[in-house]
């Protein structure tokens, strides 16, 4: 497949382990390891962050988290806490962001393996193989996603298997069931993580870009104002190998079910969490889970996403719906990174309550009549916006490293304010295994 062509797409999942990143000093230093040698590049496969990963999330600055947890996971929109950074939240991001890397180094990559596109470990151990054995949680259900896109028979026929892979290994659910954890966190969370693209047909699907009214209810004539989401993030979402397996939808659904019957009526969380195509799916996951947890849990537990680097998702129809049901998402875009800026465009990011169609966008007449609904899209939650320019670790980062989960993860940890970007004593530095 053309890397060239694969680097305009909707994720960077294969691509994250393969380019290089150039890492450097910060300005105004030199760069001199042992041995007097110039550290030049370091491939992705050999960058790990300056925190052991089996340490707990470093939560100590204002108050307690565990009387502030709902402002955390955005109860209020994360008011007063982005900008400048609140130390709790950029804990709880970065946390989070660990459950991602952990769905990233559990993908088997490998295109020869007999395990291709499954997880590499056990489900007892997933968690503890990557190295998050001490963060209290218990990995409850693998998650898989399959692609609803047909290859002509011709391509099966005479295609390596990997190349027309319609199911693989997305993500996991896992529950905190460490009491020491729950009572620092002030409740019980579910976290569901998921990683980004790396199958061909999942590449397929990401450039399937045009919206589709969800679950088909507006019929033939789908309008600006029936929720629509892109047409390749639905059919990973909800499509089935065959009329008796379960999609991604069903799977999440049933199990967070299941969930919310154990648990009754406890202080109770959902947090979504994905980078990439995972920022997508992690988006309708959250769609749904509203809906599932208004109807068996009381309360319903707060439902949160925490989304690296995603894609747009859905029109502004879509957006009020989520909304409306509750979700709260926090969206950490690079403003260098050129996945965050795609599929379609965006006319105006206003709420639909406010614009309930074209003739209210402002636009000129002869070009309303020119667009096509099913290419306008809306960003969803609140934005914390980041640049790789910031950093003083990163000299010209390319496109594949402006999108990589470790970038954003970097930048998380450097970012203090608008006015005063990267933070000196940040602890994720991109470094030498």
Not at 73 to 88: R, T, V, Y
Request: hydrophobic share 35%; aromatic share 8%; glycine share 8%.
């Amino acid at each position: 497949m053309d890397i060239k062509g694969l680097k305009l797409g909707i994720g960077h999942g294969v691509i994250n382990r393969q380019r290089n990143l150039q890492l450097h000093a910060p300005r105004g230093m030199s760069v001199m390891p042992r041995g007097g040698m110039l550290m030049k590049k370091i491939t992705c496969s050999s960058i790990k962050t300056g925190v052991n990963m089996d340490q707990r999330a470093d939560v100590v600055a204002t108050g307690r988290l565990s009387d502030m947890w709902q402002d955390y996971q955005g109860s209020n929109h994360w008011d007063g806490l982005l900008d400048p950074m609140d130390d709790n939240l950029r804990g709880e991001i970065l946390r989070y962001g660990d459950f991602v890397d952990a769905a990233y180094m559990s993908f088997d990559f490998d295109t020869s393996s007999p395990g291709y596109a499954t997880c590499r470990f056990p489900k007892n151990t997933m968690l503890s193989d990557c190295g998050l054995g001490g963060r209290g949680y218990t990995t409850t259900r693998y998650l898989r996603a399959t692609s609803g896109v047909r290859l002509p028979r011709w391509v099966d026929d005479r295609a390596p298997s990997w190349i027309s892979a319609r199911s693989s290994w997305m993500g996991y659910v896992a529950v905190c069931n460490d009491k020491e954890e729950i009572s620092r966190l002030g409740r019980r969370d579910v976290v569901i993580a998921y990683r980004g693209t790396a199958t061909c047909l999942e590449w397929v699907e990401n450039v399937r870009a045009t919206l589709t009214c969800l679950d088909g209810e507006s019929g033939q004539n789908p309008t600006e104002n029936n929720p629509m989401v892109e047409s390749g993030f639905l059919s990973l979402y909800t499509s089935r190998t065959s009329p008796s397996d379960q999609s991604l939808r069903d799977s999440v659904k049933e199990e967070m079910a299941r969930i919310m019957q154990t648990y009754g009526d406890e202080p109770l969380s959902v947090t979504v969490v994905g980078h990439s195509l995972g920022a997508a799916l992690a988006t309708l996951t959250a769609y749904d889970i509203t809906a599932t947890a208004n109807a068996c849990h009381r309360p319903p537990p707060l439902v949160t996403v925490f989304s690296f680097g995603g894609p747009r998702v859905g029109n502004r129809s879509f957006r009020s719906e989520l909304s409306k049901r509750g979700a709260k998402v926090l969206r950490i875009v690079n403003s260098d990174d050129f996945i965050t800026k795609v599929p379609g465009f965006v006319i105006d990011n206003n709420d639909v309550s406010e614009i309930n169609d074209l003739s209210d966008s402002g636009l000129p007449g002869w070009l309303q009549k020119r667009v096509d609904t099913r290419w306008v899209y809306a960003d969803v939650g609140k934005e914390l916006r980041l640049s790789s320019k910031e950093s003083p670790y990163l000299s010209n980062p390319d496109v594949a490293t402006c999108h990589d989960l470790k970038t954003y993860l970097h930048l998380v940890d450097g970012f203090v304010s608008s006015t005063c970007p990267f933070r000196a004593t940040a602890k994720r530095l991109l470094t030498k295994s």
